[in-house]
C-alpha cells in the first residue's frame, strides 16, 4: 500500500541515504530550465515549476507554450480585499497546474508598490503591508490545497526592475520588519509556504543568494521555514557563498555556479556534506508534498471545476474598482439603441502585463463581446479606437498569417548558408515570440515567408522583433533594410524587452507573401535572433481617427471609452518612466467626454497612471489586467453587478506626489530612506491629498457606518464589531477599514484590519475585525515591543473616508 503523504523525515533520511555526493550535486541545479533531475535511487521523479502569478504557464517560454487560463492580475487580486478570494484563485491555478503536470507554481508575488513606476507593479497585490500578507496567505493555501507548492517571492527587497540584477537595497531593520517583511512572515508562518524565491538584488550590502543572515537566520532559523529556498533564473552568481548562505537550488540549469564547482567544494571541505544533505532533504521534502516520491500517496485528483470560466468572471468582477459614478451606471439594457465603444483598449484589449508572467490564454473574452453577450443583437455596436498609443504591434495570428509550403496558420522559417543553400526549414505558429534559435552549423542567414491575407487596402504594418540586420521582401516593392543591435550581454532584456521595429508597406486587399530575411547579431553570446513577427491594418491619420471616434461619440446613447496601457508599457525588468497614459488618451477622453456626456470610461491597466480629466467622465471605472474572462466581467459591472474592488494603492494627482518616484539607484544602491512612509501613510504624513486614496472603491449601492465597538487592548489584540447599513435600494458588498492611530507621536495610521460584508437593501450587518496583538506591535532594538500611549482606531471607508473612531483601550 502507498503511504500518504507528507513524508516522514526517517523516510527522507532513508532516500537521500540512497544518493551518491554527485547525485546529491546535481540535483541541486535544474535540469533545464523549468524541471529537476529525477533520481531514481531515491525514487524521485523529476519536479516542473512554472510561473507565475496569472496562472501557470508551463514549462517552457514562448509561442510553444500550453493554452492556459489567464486569471486577474495580482493587484486585481489585492483589490478584491478578501482573503476568501485569494484563497479561490490559488486554488483554481493550483488545479490547473495539477492537470499541465506542474508541481511549483512561481506565485505569488509579495514585494510591494514602493514606487509607482514600479514595472511589476501590477504583479505586485499592494503599497500596504497587511493586504500584502492576507492575500498572500489566501493564495498560498489555495495552491497549496491542491498539492501544488506556491513559492513566495521575491526575498526580498524586490520592489523596483532597474538594475535589478545588481542594486542594493538599503533598508533599516525597523522597516523591513514592518514593512517589506510581513507578507513573507505571512507566508511562510500562516500560510506555511514550500518554496520561497532568492531575488536577485541585495539587502544591505549582501546579494540575496548569499545573504546568510536573511536566508538562514531569518526565513529558516527565526520563521521555521523548512521548504525551499530557489534563486530567481540566473540569481545564483557563485559556488560556496550561496551554498553556505542557506539557497538550496539553482535555477535556470544545467549550466549555474554549483555543479561540478560546487561538489569540488565538498571535497575540498570548503561546503560541509550536511549542508547538502539538509538541501536535498527540503527538495525530498518538497516532492512529498506535491506527489513527486515513489510509494507515495500523491495529493489526490485535481478536477478543474466545471464552472472555472464563470468563477475567473466573477474574481475580475470582484477586483474591478468603481471609482466615481454620477449615476450614469448601471447602465439597463433596455433602454440603449446605440453604443459607441471606443478606445485603444477596446480594441486591443489588454487581460495581462509583460514578463516571465506573461501566459498564452486559450481565449480572451474582448470587451466588444462582452458587450454583445449583455445588450444582445438588438443594441447596434459602434467600435473605433480612436488613437494608437502602443509602441509595438501585435503578434501575428491565424486569419493574417499562412505557411505558404503546409498551408497552416502561421510561418516558414528558413536557416540558410552564407551562399544562400538552404540548411533546413521548420514551420512556426502566427503568435510565436520566441522562435527557439540555435543556429546551429554554418547558418548564416533565417528566412521567415509567410503569406498574409490583407482585409483592406492601404499601409500595412510589419514588425519584427529581435536583433540583427533585417530585410522586408514584398512583390513588386524595393527591399527594406534595418539594422536592431544589441548592445551589451542582457538576455533577459532580450527576451523579456525585446526590441521592435515596424517595417510599412503599400499593398491593396488580398494575399501577398512576404519575406523576412535576418542576419544574426554575431557578437552576443547567445543563438537568440529572431524573436517573433508582428502585423496591424491599415489605419487613418491620427487625427481622422480622433475626429472618428468623437462623431460616433456624439451619435450615441452612451459611450464606453477604454483607455489603459498593455503588456509593454507595464513589464518585467523594466520601470515606467512616467505615469502619464501613452501617446493621445488623455486628448481622447476629453474630447469624447465633452462629445457625450454619457460616457463611461474604463482603464485597462495594472498600476496606477494619471488621470487629469478623472472628474470629465459621468462613471470611471478602474478594471486592471482582469485575465482571459475580463470582456464578461467589464460588462457585468457595466450592466449591474456589484463592483467588489477596492485600491490596494494610492492613486496619486500628479507625478510629484507619488511619496517615493525613483527607481534608479544612485551609485549601485537603492536607499529606502522614506523608512515604513511608503503609500498612503506618506499622503498622510505629507499631508497630500492623492486623485483616489488607497481603499477607495464605490458600491452600487450606499451605507452607513452606524456603531463600532472595540474590545481587548494594545498587548493583547483588539476584537472590533463595525455595525452598517445598507441605505440604498440594491444588495450590495461594502469593504470595512479599520486604522490605528497613534496620537502621541505623530506617526501617521496603518491599515490593522478589514472585512467584507453583503447586506440586502435597508438590511444593517456586523462587521467583525480581529486585529491580532502582532499587528499592535513596533520594531525597537531588535525586538518587537507593544504600542503603548494613546491610540484610536479609525473605521471607514478607505485611508481618507473615516466614518467612524473609537478609543483604543489601553493595556489592562
Ligand atoms: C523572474 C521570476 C520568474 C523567473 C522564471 C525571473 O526573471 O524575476 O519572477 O519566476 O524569471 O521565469
Not at 473574452?365 to 449583455?374: D, E, F, N, Y
Not at 457625450?596 to 485597462?604: D, G, H, Q
Request: glycine share 10%.
Amino acid at each position: 500500500m502507498p503511504r500518504r503523504q507528507p513524508a516522514d523525515e526517517a523516510d527522507l533520511t532513508r532516500r537521500l541515504e540512497a544518493m551518491s555526493l554527485k547525485e546529491k550535486v546535481t540535483l541541486l541545479t535544474g535540469g533545464d530550465a523549468w524541471t529537476l533531475t529525477p533520481v531514481a535511487a531515491a525514487g524521485l521523479a523529476s519536479l516542473a515549476l512554472s510561473d507565475g502569478p496569472v496562472g501557470p504557464r508551463g514549462t517552457s517560454f514562448g509561442g510553444d507554450t500550453p493554452p492556459a487560463l489567464l486569471f486577474p492580475s495580482p493587484s486585481s487580486l489585492a483589490a478584491a480585499w478578501d482573503e476568501e478570494t485569494a484563497y479561490e484563485t490559488g486554488r483554481l491555478m493550483g488545479l490547473k497546474a495539477r492537470n499541465m503536470g506542474i508541481h511549483v507554481l512561481l506565485a505569488p508575488t509579495v514585494n510591494l508598490h514602493r514606487s509607482p513606476l514600479g514595472g511589476r507593479h501590477f504583479e505586485c497585490y499592494s503599497e500596504d503591508p497587511l493586504l500584502t500578507a492576507r492575500t498572500t496567505v489566501g493564495f498560498i493555501k489555495g495552491v497549496q490545497s491542491t498539492g501544488v507548492a506556491a513559492t513566495v517571492k521575491h526575498f526580498v527587497g524586490n520592489d523596483s526592475e532597474t538594475a535589478r540584477m545588481t542594486y542594493d537595497a538599503r533598508i533599516d531593520a525597523r522597516t523591513l520588519r514592518e514593512t517589506y517583511l510581513p507578507p513573507f512572515e505571512a507566508a511562510v508562518r500562516e500560510a506555511g509556504a514550500w518554496v520561497a524565491m532568492a531575488a536577485y538584488n541585495a539587502v544591505n550590502g549582501t546579494t540575496m543568494t548569499e545573504n546568510r543572515e536573511l536566508l538562514t537566520g531569518l526565513l529558516k532559523e527565526e520563521w521555521g521555514f523548512d521548504g525551499v529556498v530557489v534563486s530567481d533564473w540566473q540569481a545564483a552568481r557563485s559556488t560556496d557563498a550561496s551554498a553556505l548562505a542557506g539557497l538550496d537550488l539553482v535555477m535556470p540549469g544545467p549550466e549555474g555556479p554549483w555543479g561540478d564547482a560546487l561538489l569540488t567544494s565538498v571535497e575540498q571541505g570548503r561546503v560541509p556534506e550536511s549542508v547538502i544533505n539538509d538541501k536535498v532533504r527540503r527538495i525530498l521534502r518538497l516532492a512529498a508534498r506535491v506527489g513527486a516520491l515513489d510509494g507515495m500517496d500523491g495529493p489526490g485528483a485535481a478536477l478543474q471545476p466545471e464552472d472555472t470560466h464563470a468563477r475567473m468572471r466573477e474574481l475580475a468582477v470582484r477586483g474591478s474598482v468603481l471609482l466615481r459614478n454620477d449615476g450614469l451606471l448601471p447602465l439597463n439594457p433596455d433602454t440603449l439603441r446605440k453604443v459607441a465603444l471606443i478606445g485603444p483598449n477596446a480594441i486591443r484589449f489588454a487581460p495581462q502585463g509583460g514578463g516571465s508572467a506573461h501566459v498564452t490564454p486559450e481565449h480572451v473574452v474582448t470587451p466588444l463581446a462582452g458587450l454583445r453577450h449583455v445588450l444582445g443583437e438588438d443594441v447596434e455596436i459602434t467600435v473605433h479606437q480612436g488613437v494608437f498609443p502602443h509602441s509595438k504591434l501585435l503578434p501575428l495570428d491565424a486569419a493574417t498569417a499562412t505557411d505558404p509550403v503546409t498551408g497552416a496558420p502561421g510561418v516558414r522559417l528558413e536557416y540558410r548558408a552564407a551562399d544562400g543553400t538552404l540548411l533546413s526549414e521548420e514551420h512556426q505558429d502566427p503568435a510565436a515570440y520566441w522562435f527557439p534559435l540555435n543556429l546551429g552549423e554554418g547558418v548564416e542567414e533565417l528566412v521567415a515567408r509567410t503569406r498574409l491575407t490583407l482585409q483592406d487596402s492601404g499601409t500595412h504594418r510589419l514588425s519584427v522583433l529581435g536583433t540583427g540586420h533585417h530585410t522586408l521582401h514584398v512583390p513588386g516593392q524595393a527591399p527594406q533594410t534595418h539594422d536592431e543591435l544589441q548592445e551589451g550581454d542582457d538576455i533577459a532584456s532580450l527576451l523579456l524587452n525585446p526590441p521592435s521595429h515596424t517595417f510599412v508597406f503599400p499593398a491593396d486587399r488580398g494575399e501577398t507573401e512576404v519575406l523576412v530575411r535576418v542576419r544574426p547579431q554575431r557578437n552576443l553570446p547567445y543563438p537568440i535572433t529572431l524573436l517573433g513577427l508582428g502585423y496591424d491594418v491599415p489605419r487613418g491619420s491620427d487625427e481622422g481617427e480622433l475626429d472618428a471616434a468623437v462623431a460616433a461619440a456624439a451619435e450615441a446613447d452612451v459611450v464606453v471609452l477604454m483607455v489603459g496601457s498593455d503588456a509593454d508599457t507595464e513589464a518585467e525588468n523594466v520601470d515606467r518612466t512616467t505615469l502619464a497614459l501613452r501617446g493621445r488618451q488623455d486628448e481622447l477622453v476629453e474630447r469624447v467626454c465633452a462629445a457625450n456626456p454619457r460616457t463611461a470610461v474604463v482603464v485597462n491597466a495594472g498600476s496606477p497612471f494619471l488621470l487629469p480629466w478623472a472628474d470629465r467622465p459621468a462613471a470611471l471605472l478602474w478594471s486592471w489586467f482582469p485575465g482571459q474572462e475580463g470582456g464578461d466581467a467589464i460588462a457585468d459591472i457595466l450592466t449591474g453587478a456589484e463592483p467588489g474592488g477596492r485600491l490596494p494603492t494610492t492613486f496619486p494627482a500628479a507625478e510629484g506626489d507619488a511619496p517615493v518616484l525613483s527607481t534608479h539607484p544612485v551609485d549601485g544602491r537603492l536607499d529606502y530612506t522614506e523608512g515604513g512612509l511608503i503609500g498612503y501613510r506618506a499622503y498622510q504624513a505629507s499631508d497630500t491629498a492623492p486623485l483616489f486614496p488607497f481603499g477607495h472603491g464605490l458600491s452600487y449601492t450606499t451605507w452607513e457606518y452606524q456603531d463600532c465597538v472595540v474590545t481587548g487592548d494594545l498587548t493583547r489584540g483588539l476584537a472590533v464589531e463595525v455595525t452598517i447599513r445598507n441605505t440604498g435600494g440594491r444588495a450590495g458588498r461594502e469593504v470595512v477599514q479599520a486604522y490605528l492611530e497613534p496620537l502621541d507621536d505623530g506617526e501617521p495610521r496603518r491599515l490593522v484590519g478589514f472585512a467584507s460584508v453583503e447586506a440586502g437593501p435597508s438590511e444593517a450587518v456586523v462587521a467583525t475585525l480581529t486585529v491580532e496583538p502582532e499587528r499592535l506591535t513596533t520594531w525597537s532594538d531588535g525586538g518587537w515591543v507593544a504600542r503603548s500611549g494613546p491610540h484610536r482606531l479609525q473605521v471607514g471607508r478607505s485611508a481618507a473616508d473615516v466614518r467612524l473612531t473609537a478609543a483604543v483601550p489601553r493595556s489592562s
